[in-house]
């Protein structure tokens, strides 16, 4: 489980095909100093399990990627050099400053427009139909594992106001329109669906 507060922008250091699936390494420096073999690290919002090492640099990270998470995000999208979102599992004994994230996408959108204001950005996102269902005004995304708060939604598409903080700490203060984003609505919005017996 993570809570999208993101701990560091790490950076793609080679994604390598693997027929159906990839291998993935990333450099990062922060994250680094505790990781352990089965790690469980956010990247970009996907959960992907640490599988070793580059060489003897501990801050090379290697993650294999399967064909359904290279069907279902972004990440086969990346190039060397791309920045990524970085977040470790929360500890069980810490504070839960965002929402609960799974690191299980559930599709990708893509950055429709920012509006830049004196301290703050208005960002649109535009999202599948099929999830905007899960998506209410003053309710929980994670988009690219950054736990952002809803400002408004429509059929096809929801705004979020980007603080300087998540500007400054995020891959989302560089991001512009066209851009595709991994998206996980809140998991708690897809467990009362299911509750309450809706079927798509």
């Known amino acids: 489980m ?20 990839a291998v993935l390494t990333l450099g990062a420096t922060a994250i680094a100093d505790d990781l352990s073999l089965g790690a469980s690290i956010a990247v970009n919002g996907v959960c992907l399990t640490v599988t070793g090492w580059r060489g003897a640099d501990p801050t090379q990270i290697d993650f294999d990627v399967m064909g359904q998470t290279l069907k279902c995000s972004a990440i086969g999208e990346l190039q060397t050099g791309s920045p990524v979102n970085l977040e470790r599992a929360a500890r069980v004994d810490g504070r839960l400053g965002g929402h609960i994230v799974q690191g299980h996408v559930d599709g990708t959108g893509v950055l429709l427009s920012r509006d830049p204001g004196d301290a703050w950005d208005s960002v649109r996102f535009g999202l599948p139909a099929e999830l905007a269902r899960y998506v209410a005004a003053r309710g929980s995304i994670a988009v690219n594992g950054v736990s952002l708060t809803v400002a408004a939604v ?21 991001q512009q329109p066209g851009d595709a984003v991994n998206l996980e609505v809140d998991v708690l919005a897809k467990y009362v669906e299911r509750l309450m017996g809706t079927r798509t």
Do not use: K, M
């Open 2 to 21: 993570f809570t999208g507060i993101i701990e560091e922008i790490g950076e793609v250091v080679s994604l390598e095909s693997r027929g159906d699936s």
């Open 154 to 174: 429509g059929p096809d598409w929801f705004d979020v106001g980007l603080i300087p903080a998540t500007l400054r700490a995020t891959t989302l203060g560089a």
